[in-house]
């Protein structure tokens, strides 16, 4: 019964739960071991650029994760302007 619920999950709901989990089931409000805003932002706007640390830590700082998605969603949307789309 379990993996038929699991079928019926659409990918964009799949996608919405990892958010929520991402942003939130992992609070650091000390920002214990963060790096630095730019290395995050780095990450987001040139991946090949931004350091593997980063990138493990995100994963396990909801405050960093939301800082990340944060700058994704800007540049996506810069780009969309640039482009005119």
Request: aromatic content about 10%.
């Amino acid at each position: 019964m379990q993996k038929s619920r699991i079928k019926n999950l659409s990918d964009e709901k799949i996608r919405e739960i990892a958010r929520k989990h991402f942003a939130e089931d992992f609070p650091n409000p000390e920002r214990r071991g963060c790096p630095p805003r730019s290395e995050i932002k780095l990450l987001a706007d040139k991946p090949l650029k931004g350091k593997d640390w980063v990138l493990g830590h995100i994963g396990f700082c909801s405050p960093c994760y939301r800082d990340f998605a944060h700058f994704l969603h800007a540049g996506k949307k810069k780009f969309r302007v640039k482009s005119g789309r």
